[in-house]
């Protein structure tokens, strides 16, 4: 940040401040290099402090004298860094105002014609100039309103088509979900039928083995 000292007045030669602030991952010195226009420089070591969470900060100051109006703008470099690269600019205008000590208060006989009371008369082809003008600023203005309500209904259909592609996504998504819902019954369908018939033949297959017994039985009795 680029500013005046406080206090310092703005017409005479004054200092002004370059406060920066260094940021790093972890406490110790941290080096920088500031740059500012008009061959200002300054180089140096801060050491930085914890302010949150794995931040660490370091603050600094260089002031610089201030004896015309001009624009100074300022880089900063991390010369920690392996690129050296810049972490901050700025830039801001001093200015020098220069004031005359000889300019005084107008003579009493110098009157301050100030500002006209009124408009000078117009001509009629004044008048039809200003009413061609005033003709031409409506139907620009016309013109802007009506593509501004263009553009406003384009957006609107824009997003009604949208709205309405989205809503076809979601039926058909909703329709892929229900016939995968009633393959998938029709699967359990037809295993729970499979597992019918072969508890059914199961049951048959028993039911003859057991008659064969009878039988055999029988015969031995005899």
Known sequence: MLADKAGAPKDKPRLGAAVFKLWANKSGPTSYKLTCSGGRQWSGTLNTFKVADKKYQAVGQHNFQIDK?????????????????????????????KRNPQVGELPDD??????PTSRPPQNAKDKREAARKAAELRRKRAAAKKAAELRRKRAAAKKAAELRRKRAAAKKAAE????????KRAAQLRRK?????RAAQQRKRQQRLKAKRRALKLRRNR
Do not use: M, W, Y
């Open 176 to 183: 892929l979900r229900r016939k995968r819902a009633a393959a």
């Open 193 to 197: 039928r499979q597992a019918a018939r």
């Open 69 to 97: 109006t001009e624009v100074i703008g300022c880089a900063l470099r991390s010369t920690s860094l392996d690129s050296n690269a810049v972490v901050a600019i700025a830039s801001k205008q001093f200015e020098l105002v």
């Open 110 to 115: 110098v009157k301050d014609p100030g500002r």
